[in-house]
């Protein structure tokens, strides 16, 4: 990653502290913990698409602002639900994107954007219209090199540890054909993560079938509670085995409740009856997490839990393109009341780790870093979604320090689809934390040495420790 680029400082003498600080923490190994890269690229490392179908089709930061005005996903080639036809021409995409890349102007996509153009392909011409295809030539040129295809790109970009995510319906086939090849399994280089919303929610539609899958997949009976109960801890088991460390949920809220095993009996047996309730809903989805975080303490699995976001709140969009095409909105979380009857009965064993993320970034200082502050088992993730852009990163430090510290924070996660804009992310999260810790230097509230230590912390050793990926569990 190039020396150059934003310091996000204010002020020649905070720019130059920043350029130190960063520069001693540029070369650290990226670890990233939580993300959403199919393990596919990387089992069968072939050649990248074209520059369209690798850099906007699966980004919905792209093409949600696109759609913000006027122009549909389908131009855009996003999959059609129902297999209609959609835009396939890659440097028609291009275009288009080039054509309106002034809608990007002062936000988080471009700034990536432009970072992995110049940082991953180097290429240094700034996109217009005008050089729409000058770009993509240069880009697709590069794709053709065997440099570019992903385990290469991997190596190059200094990935330590990648971790994907995936439900407990699936097999876990890629991770297996990695753990084959040398990459994956327990230490591994790409390991997995355990997230069984889709067997947990029983709002799906889907539930009830993800339900008999994983009773199969688990060899376990999940017509009743218990059966359910021991699939999970099955297919925690078999994750475990692929390398996961964490599990990962992702709740419309941080609600978390305790029943006794009659009453989540009784919810799960309506469920299976289809006639469970959106309160039922909401209740299972509260116990459950408690229960996960029973079975976190007995197998290590550190928790994520990523509240707060309705949806598919874009119904015709989603009727159209299905999930994770940027239809999501967030809404107003609570923490403080919704943890109570989980840190109650698991806040203060240090066997427990759960790390919280939020959309509702009014939490920080608040509710969240007093939380952390104040238990062994909770740790704060990094700004989440729309908030992963310098400035939302910046504020995170400014609200949530004082409470909760650097130490009860759990490091950058870069949580993307994106593969080549891994070390973009990672890169402007380390520039963006220099730039802070140079502000408590130059205002002599912190020494340069110990301000150089907390980023390699934050940048490395934290996640590292914290999601158990140096395999010792503490």
Aim: hydrophobic share 40%; proline share 7%.
């Amino acid at each position: 990653m190039s020396e150059n680029g934003p310091t996000f400082a204010t002020d020649p003498r905070h720019a130059q502290v920043a350029r130190e600080l960063y520069a001693a923490a540029r070369g650290l190994p990226l670890i990233s913990p939580h993300g959403h890269v199919d393990p596919r690229v990387l089992a069968d490392d072939e050649p990248f698409p074209d520059p369209a179908r690798l850099l906007i089709v699966p980004d919905h930061y792209v093409t949600r602002m696109l759609l913000s005005q006027g122009i549909p996903p389908d131009r855009l080639g996003v999959p059609r639900r129902d297999g209609g036809p959609v835009e396939t021409d890659g440097r028609a995409i291009w275009r288009l994107l080039a054509g309106n890349w002034h809608l990007f102007r002062g936000t988080p996509s471009r700034l990536w954007l432009e970072r992995t153009f110049q940082t991953v392909f180097g290429v240094e011409t700034p996109l217009s219209r005008d050089t729409a295809d000058e770009v993509y030539d240069a880009i697709a040129a590069r794709l053709a090199e065997p440099g570019f295809r992903p385990r290469a790109l991997f190596e190059r970009f200094g990935i330590e540890v990648l971790a994907t995510t995936e439900s407990p319906t699936d097999d876990l086939a890629q991770h297996a054909k990695l753990a084959a090849d040398g990459w994956g399994g327990p230490g591994g280089r790409v390991i997995s993560t355990f997230r069984p919303d889709n067997v947990v929610d029983l709002d799906r539609a889907d539930w009830h079938d993800n339900i008999g899958v994983l009773g199969d997949l688990a060899g376990e009976d999940t017509a009743t509670y218990a059966g359910y109960l021991t699939a999970l801890r099955r297919r925690r088991e078999a994750f475990i085995a692929a390398g996961a460390t964490s599990s990962d949920h992702g709740h419309p809220t941080a609600r978390t409740a305790k029943l006794s095993g009659e009453e989540a009996a009784a919810i799960y047996e309506r469920g299976l009856r289809g006639e469970a309730t959106a309160a039922d809903a909401e209740t299972f989805r509260a116990h459950m997490l408690l229960e996960f975080a029973r079975m976190s303490i007995d197998d290590g699995l550190v928790m994520q839990l990523h509240p707060g976001a309705v949806r598919d709140h874009n119904g015709k969009l989603h009727a159209a393109h299905g999930q994770d095409v940027g239809g999501d909105i967030p809404q107003a979380t609570d923490y403080v009341h919704a943890l109570r009857p989980l840190l109650d009965a698991y806040g203060m064993d240090a066997r427990l780790r759960v790390v919280v993320y939020t959309l509702d970034e009014h939490t920080f200082s608040r509710e969240l870093a007093p939380l952390a502050g104040g238990y062994p088992a909770l740790y704060l993730g990094a700004p989440w979604w729309f908030l992963d852009t310098p400035d939302a990163m910046r504020r995170f430090r400014e609200a949530v320090t004082d409470a909760a510290g650097f130490y009860n924070t759990a490091g950058f996660v870069d949580d993307t689809r994106a593969f080549c804009s891994i070390p973009v992310r990672h890169d402007i999260s380390r520039r963006v934390d220099a730039a802070y810790l140079a502000s408590l230097v130059v205002q002599d509230r912190l020494p340069m040495d110990e301000a150089a230590q907390t980023l390699a912390d934050l940048a490395y050793h934290l996640p590292k420790r914290i999601f158990r990926l140096d395999k010792a569990v503490t």
